[in-house]
């Protein structure tokens, strides 16, 4: 069974770093083609995707924000960690990690719970 | 970037009616494409993937179509769980990702 558990503060302010770490299970990140990726969403607003990683340690990242994110993995410990410099009021919303399936053509099959973000001073 | 157009942004029907919903691709993505079902508070759940494949434990009543820039997702008969918001989502070489701006479906 595979399930996933983001982790990070509830409460950022302006101009802050926010790390992310998404702990999973059921799965490997070393095992070929597997990724998993971030997604966030604003309150009312639609789902935005953020960033992933493969396997092979190859990420991308969404080009509106890739300044400001970084994404890495610690295979040993299960987790992915995301890190967003700089955060503003319009960075408020949940972020959800997901589990990448290679053979559903790549799509976000499993996802975690979530957390709020509320970035306000 | 591939942009995704969704239409219309928000659908009313009634419990028991057909609902087809749409989603543009800016660019050929194939049949790398995903639908999902995102209700408040709740993850967003994967409900086709390859732009018509059944994910497990989904209900029959849920398919999807299309090829290439233009897809379709199709409720048969909506049930009163199906009451929620839609999102298209391409993975056109497993690379850039983007989700498209949602289809409210409402009673």
Known sequence: ?121 | DIQMTQSPSSLSASVGARVTMSCRASHNIGSYLSWFQKQPGKAPKLLIYGASNLQSGVPSRFSGSGYGTDFTLTISTVQPEDFATYYCQQSAGALMYSFGQGTKLEI
């Open chain 1, 1 to 121: 069974q595979i399930t996933l558990k983001e982790s990070g503060p509830t409460l950022v302010k302006p101009t802050q770093t926010l790390t992310l770490t998404c702990t999973f299970s059921g799965f490997s990140l070393s095992t070929d083609a597997v990724g998993v990726g971030w997604i966030r969403q604003p309150p009312g607003k639609a789902l935005d995707w953020l960033a992933h990683i493969y396997w092979n340690d190859n990420n991308y990242y969404n080009s509106f924000l890739r300044t400001r994110l970084t994404i890495t993995k610690d295979t040993s410990k299960n987790q992915v960690v995301l890190t967003m410099t700089d955060m503003h009021p319009e960075d408020t919303g949940t972020y959800y990690c997901s589990h990448l399936n290679p053979s559903m053509s790549y799509s976000f099959q499993h996802w975690g719970q979530g957390t709020l973000v509320t970035v306000s001073s």
